[in-house]
């Protein structure tokens, strides 16, 4: 990563020096409402020459090499995982930039690494111009939100409604630093099942360790039920008959 | 955009007078400089009031992030960006924790670092995305700052820690944070569940959140839902 870093540095005092040809940007977007306004916030600035795909494939077709690619975080996850060669060839000739939300944060975190920079379509696509300038010398602009525990908390809340019932009950009696096998009576569930729960909790909310998750459950005590309702169709209210309501 | 008054602190003195040129049409002036904390702080002092400070300690690592708490606690107002060749997880985690608002390679174009000046002073946090990339994945922390009273009887080494059980670091990451050895790290564990009655890491961590260790969070709603509960 450290190599990829210089060499991401070599390529920017290039494209810096010709500040008077127009940057050709291509645009890979997940969906088409988001391209819009993208491009109508590129055009503000009128600085850069636009081209639209649909997918990669369009673009690896094309003999164009734009300077930069800003890429749907999904395009660019199937990208990464499907065709690897395709992303090392794109990424040595032009910097690619992911465009995400702030809900597929933590979902991207270990794939993030890999682009030149990152724009926020809820937080900050209002300054993709200045982003643009950035990426193209490896630095991006970082939401506050996500440099304090209860802004990541927040996006977590909104990833509860994956969890299963068992797991989400899990979840809360982690809050309580409980280990397996005190979950297991609470529960009434075997140790190995508890021991499962655990583990789906951990990489369906992207938890490193159980402590981490255990501190999550605890500040956001007051939040889970409600997160994790909020987000249930109303059918599934009726479901849960016997759900030990703590909060 | 209005002229910003900009402090630079670094050793380089050849570094300052070329950065000082290079910023001459920009909207930054170099009003100051220092070529280390104890100038800087002498000046400020001596009445400097900056709207940014520009800074990169030789030595990083504690000492810079010691030097910008104080710059912090006399210029609550005023922006810091650290301005360095190094690119380096511990130091960004030093610098969040005292207070920075950007973290910038010095192989930035001097159009590109006035672009990330200018988007810092509007509320901006700017940095390497290699770095912000672990920031994100949680293998930097930024952490509140230090506490000043301990509780419990705790030593100052198990409240920090306390702090790192509450970010979910392992064992190892502690020792690697902390400068100790994993070993280490254990004794200290040890002696901190027993003094404050937990039966394991995860226990002591929610101690630690009601408790109000961990600086940023202390005072949240949530925090005093949890302690109810108990």
Redesign the interface.
Known sequence: MQMNHEYAQEKASHSTRNAVTPMHVCLILDNSSLTDTVVQALDRAGRHRVTVFHDISELTQSTLTPDAILIGLQQFTALRENEPMVYLRLSRRSRIVVVLSSRELLDAAHILAFADAWVFEDINVDRINELLDLGLEGHCLMPKQFLSRLGVDEIRLTLLPRLSEPEFETLRLLGQGLNNRTIANQLDLSEAVIKSMVRSVLSKLHFRNRTEAGVFAARQQGALQSAREGMVPPQMHAAPAHRTGTS | MEPVRAFLIDSNKLFREGLKRLLDDSPFQIAAEAGNLREALNSVDNGLRPQLILLDLVNGGEEEADGMRRLRAQLPDARMVILTSD?CTRRLANA?EAGADGY??K???S??LA??L??VMM????????L???????RVN?NGTDMPVSRKGLSQREVQILRC????D?NKMIANHLNITEATVKVHLKSLLRKIN?????????WA??NGI?G??AG????T??AA?Q
């Open positions: 690119l969040l910038l390679m192989d930035l174009s159009d590109a672009q990330s200018r988007l509320g901006e946090k700017v940095f390497p995305t290699h912000a990339a672990l920031l994100i994945s949680g930024g059980l509450l970010n979910g392992s937990a039966s394991n890491r995860t226990q002591a961590a929610i959140l009601n961990g940023e969070l949240a709603g949530a925090v839902a949890a509960h």
